[in-house]
Every structure is written in C-alpha cells, then in structure tokens.
C-alpha cells in the first residue's frame, strides 16, 4: 500500500512540473466557482465537483463550505463547482478543469459510469484523483474519502428496530424507500440496514411490504413512490426506511395526509435541518450523523498534500475494494453517528447547524424538552 501511494505521489509531482511550465493559475471564465492562492511559485490547483443541490442541502452548506476553507488556511488555488445534477455538465466542468491546470481532481459522482470517464480523463493528464463520499466503481481513484456507508445503513437498521420497540411494536410491516440505484452509497446503506434487520425479517417479526430504490434521490419521487407503497399496502406500513431525510421527509408528508404521522417510525440521515425538525416533532424517528467538516477536512489534506507533492501515505491508511475492478483503493472512511431526540443537541453542539435555524417558534418547546439551550 506505501509503495503505491508513492507511486502516486510521484505521479502528482511529475505532473505538477509539466503544469508549472503550460498551466494557468486562473480558473475557468464564466462559471461559478472560487479560487484562492497567489499562483507565485506553486503550481498545486484542486478541482473540485460538487453532484447538485436537489439530493441533499449538504453540498452547498456544508461541504463547499468547509473545503474553501480548507484550501484557502493552505495558501492552495482550487476551484468548486456543482454540476447540478447533469451529467453533461459534470463533464463540461472537468474539462474545463483539467484545461486550467489543477493537478488534484476530486469528485462526487452523478454514477459510477459518468464518473469513471471524467476520472479516467484526469488520470490520462497525470492528474492524482480522488473520490469524494462516493465510490466511483471501476474509476481506479487514487483515493476514496468517506464515511463507512455500511455502517450507516447499520445505523439506521437498529435505529428503525429501537424505535418500534419504543412504540411497543414487536412485529411490523417494513417499507423500504432506498437511495439511487446508480449511487454506490445507496447500495451500502440498503445492505447494512438488510443485515442490521435480518435476525428480525428471518423471524418474521418484520416484513419488508415494500422496496423500492428512488431514482437520483429525488424527493419529489419520492413521494409518489412512497404513497403508492402506502395505497397497495392499505396504509398497512408499521416503519418505514428512509435512506437519507430528504426521502423520510417526503415519506412523512404522505403520512401526515393520511393523519398517521408520528405513529409510524421513519429513519433518515444527514441530519439536515429539516429532518432535525422532524425527529423534535416526533415525525421522525431518527437520523444519521455524518460529521461533514470532517469528511472535508480529510479530503482537503488529501488534496493539497497530492498537489503539493507531499507524501500521502499516512493520510490514506484504510482501503475498499471497488468492487467492479476487483481492485483497492486506498480510503479514509469516518465513523456515523446516530441521533434520536435526546442528542439532537449533539449536532449543534458540533457547529454542523445552530439553535436558531433548528429552534424556530413552532419547535421552540420542543428543543427545551430535548436539552438545548
């Protein structure tokens, strides 16, 4: 594995001469990005491509956020974009990134098929790689930087069961609203919630009623899936798996338009505002904590050590098997955590988000009874 990440870093230098001599420290005209950095001396730019806003506010809030800083304490130039969630556009940007000389490339993937071609393009140029939250299956990134997904789905596994057993419910009917079939992310949290489940559904405690996958994690979808889930089941649906809050908040509308809201527990994850609302209102059962600033930070070092020409090989001392190739990708992979009312305050705590953008007037009584102050 050392001798590997050397070979990569070795890579990375030899291409950042060849950009001191044709690159420019300039990013592309006409879009929406951020750069930083003198251009004096230093040829290390880290293109970053952010998936869209729709699947989760995370990427705009959080992650952007948290790598400018990062890149900005390092005195390295970068330039982030979000693709918005078209492909076209993915690769209209890495184009124009790889034009403008970055010699780190990290992605989040739109789909490991679309991914792979952008990461194979920046590889071609010399350019060190690095897959951001999501795998890139059959990409043969330099890197990969997440949070053990399996355990999330883990995470989320035994928090629908806790929940049901706190409502007194010891057999149930379980719907499963699962994230993009084209995510790698959403297979790993379907299977470690099928495991954390399984001593249950072998016994027939649990039966899974409904499975579906929500294409691109769209929300809206979502919905429309989930209430015909809801209509062929009777409303027969006892918990309802949600891989991410946005798709348990969609879950919860049908159930509040059929009064059976706070009755039915829902899982989610990324502890966004709205699905920290929704656990205060007992709407949601719970979610999983992913500490972006984290993740970001983890990335980040990756990034500008690779541009630097630093060595990387204590900064990526885990690996996954890209599970396509057959192959090992050398990973930084975070520890999940899960939240349920009690520990909402945990996140803010955290600084990820703040009493006043939880604690409005309609929760206000709520965040009192959950401890935060």
Same mark, same amino acid.
């Given at each position: ?86 492909? *076209? ?97 959403? *297979? ?7 495991? @954390? ?26 919905? *429309? ?5 809801? *209509? ?38 990324? @502890? ?34 690779? @541009? ?48 006043? @953008? ?16």
């Amino acid at each position: 594995m050392r001798r590997s990440m050397m070979l990569a870093t070795a890579a990375v230098m030899a291409s950042g001469l060849l950009l001191a001599g044709c690159g420019s420290n300039d990013t592309p005209s006409g879009t929406d990005t951020e750069s930083s950095g003198d251009g004096e001396g230093t040829t290390a730019k880290v293109g970053v491509i952010l998936p869209d806003t729709k699947s989760s506010a995370r990427w705009e809030t959080a992650d952007a956020k948290y790598l400018k800083e990062a890149f900005e304490a390092a005195g390295v130039e970068y330039d982030i974009q979000n693709a918005q969630g078209d492909k *076209t556009q993915f690769q209209t940007i890495a184009d124009q990134m790889i034009t403008s000389g970055v010699n780190v490339l990290m992605i989040v993937n739109l789909d490991s098929g679309s991914g792979k071609a952008v990461l194979q393009k920046a590889q071609a140029q010399g350019i060190a790689t690095i897959d951001y939250d999501r795998l890139t299956l059959g990409g043969g990134a330099d890197f990969y930087v997440s949070f053990d997904n399996t355990k999330v789905g883990q995470l989320q596994g035994e928090g629908l069961q806790k929940c049901l057993d706190d409502a007194g419910k010891t057999t149930a009917n379980i719907a499963m609203l699962n994230g993009s079939p084209t995510d790698n992310n959403a *297979t790993l949290f379907k299977a470690g919630a099928v495991a @954390a489940l399984q001593k249950k559904t072998t016994s027939a405690e649990y039966t899974v009623v409904a499975d579906q996958a929500v294409p691109d994690w769209d929300n809206q979808q979502a919905g *429309t899936i989930f209430e015909q889930m809801y *209509t062929e089941n009777a409303g027969k649906i006892d918990g309802v798996l949600a891989a991410n809050d946005g798709l348990g908040n969609a879950a919860i509308a049908i159930l509040k338009k059929n009064g059976v809201n706070g009755t039915v527990p829902v899982t989610g994850q990324d @502890a966004t505002d709205q699905g920290l609302q929704n656990i205060l209102a007992g709407d949601q059962c719970m979610t999983v904590y992913k500490a972006v600033k984290k993740e970001a930070d983890a990335a980040a070092a990756l990034a500008i050590a690779a @541009a630097k020409g630093d060595d990387t090989a204590d900064l990526a001392t885990g690996e996954v098997e890209d599970t396509e190739s057959g192959g090992m990708v050398a990973a930084v992979l975070l520890d999940p955590q899960p939240i349920y009312f009690d520990s909402v305050k945990d996140v803010i705590a955290d600084g990820y988000t703040t009493k006043d @953008a939880i604690c409005t007037a309609d929760y206000a009584d709520k965040c009192a009874e959950a401890g935060i102050s």
